[in-house]
């Protein structure tokens, strides 16, 4: 079992919080993606699991193992950081099998090894080439087939698709994956791109300001964020804002948005994904329960297959996700009905900003 738990984790820097009482954990063979802003705590929770730094207060244990004061190197931890860190003046083969070799295993063994991690990387052949002489893809693989051939308990990743290209990435993504599953070992890895911690996560941990904001499953954060920092960090997010009733929201305009389900008077807050609604024109009536309101439509931003639409509401403008084909049903310009789901709505909590 190679289950991490973390209880209470606290690291300063003078009077910065780097962590601040954090507690989490990641279960056994998934892989939990921590997502948040620059300066969230993200990579600072990583290299304290991994025993790059210790924390000044708080428990980490591995397989139900405390480690917090057990060196970098007893840990095993493999590591995967952010720039790959490659030898340049190895072969690919010697840059794989560096870890096996500081561990003093005889060079039959450390061959079959390597040749086994080529083999689930796809690099099969390659094994001669510099790094200089590899795609930043194939540099990537590299990098992880160096951290699990070791076969560490914990598999750590500090933003490992960032330095690819977006087609590369989603590529990359999707054999990342198929490794992580293959292999079967608990992994964690940072990134600050939301859909990659949606595509890649079995499980999410948001941190802001070296707190844990919420974590979960990736469907669950995004269809009940609970907090409007999650709510607008992990996808877009309009919201809403009023008076409780017993039938619904009461909008400082006069509509009212019926209630999602049985909800708590302190709800002041609904918010709603943008590709929850809909733009009808302003004289259509909106399907019987949905919620509406009505404004004017402010632009269109055309995005490939999808458009968002702006439009204008009080104030303030309101995204609305469409299909292309869905476009002709709207007018160009002027007074449109906004409408949605009521169930599509989410109550965002008072008292839950960290």
């Known amino acids: 079992m190679s289950e991490v738990r973390v209880r209470n984790l606290s690291l300063a820097y003078g009077t910065a919080k780097a962590?601040?009482?954090?507690?989490?954990?990641?279960?056994?063979?998934q892989l939990f993606g921590l997502l948040g802003p620059s300066g969230s705590?993200?990579?600072?929770?990583l290299r304290s699991i991994a025993g790059l730094?210790?924390?000044d207060h708080g428990s980490i244990t591995i397989g139900g193992e405390s480690v917090e004061r057990v060196p970098v190197e007893k840990r095993e931890i493999g590591m995967m950081f952010q720039s790959y860190a490659l030898f340049p003046n190895m072969s690919v083969a010697d840059n794989i099998g560096f870890g096996l070799k500081v561990r003093h295993l005889d060079k039959a063994d450390i061959a079959r090894r390597v040749g086994e991690a080529l083999e689930l990387v796809h690099l099969e052949g390659?094994?001669?080439r510099r790094p200089h002489q590899l795609s930043g893809g194939q540099r990537q693989r590299v990098a992880l087939a160096r951290a699990i051939v070791t076969r560490p308990r914990v598999l750590l990743l500090d933003e490992p698709l960032s330095a690819l290209d977006k087609a590369l990435r989603s590529e990359m993504q999707?054999?990342?994956?198929?490794?992580?599953?293959e292999v079967g070992i608990t992994t964690i890895f940072v990134t600050h791109d939301q859909e990659e911690a949606l595509t890649l996560s079995d499980r999410i941990g948001i941190l802001r300001g070296g707190r844990l904001v919420r974590s979960g499953p990736?469907?669950?954060?995004?269809?009940?964020?609970?907090d409007r920092f999650t709510a607008?960090?992990?996808?877009?997010?309009?919201?809403?804002?009023?008076?409780p009733e017993q039938a619904g929201l009461r909008l400082a305009g006069g509509g009212l948005l019926p209630w999602p389900g049985e909800l708590a008077p302190r709800v002041t807050v609904l918010a709603v994904r943008?590709?929850?609604?809909?733009?009808?024109?302003?004289?259509?009536?909106?399907?019987?329960?949905?919620?509406?309101?009505?404004?004017?439509?402010?632009?269109?931003?055309?995005?490939?297959?999808?458009?968002?639409?702006?439009?204008?509401?009080?104030?303030?403008?309101?995204?609305?996700?469409?299909?292309?084909s869905e476009l002709d049903i709207i007018p160009a310009s002027g007074p449109v009905t906004v409408c949605w789901p009521a169930a599509r709505s989410m109550p965002i909590l008072e008292g839950t900003e960290p």
């Open 232 to 243: 607008s960090f992990l996808g877009e997010a309009n919201f809403f804002s009023g008076r």
């Open 53 to 55: 730094v210790y924390a």
């Open 126 to 128: 390659l094994g001669s």
């Open 274 to 324: 943008p590709e929850e609604m809909t733009i009808l024109p302003a004289a259509s009536p909106p399907p019987p329960g949905a919620c509406a309101i009505q404004g004017v439509l402010d632009g269109i931003s055309f995005s490939g297959p999808t458009a968002i639409c702006r439009i204008a509401f009080e104030g303030r403008q309101v995204s609305v996700l469409l299909k292309n």
């Open 218 to 226: 990736p469907k669950e954060l995004y269809h009940a964020p609970q």
């Open 41 to 45: 705590g993200k990579t600072t929770l």
């Open 19 to 29: 962590l601040d009482d954090v507690s989490l954990n990641f279960p056994d063979g």
């Open 174 to 181: 999707v054999e990342l994956r198929r490794i992580q599953r």
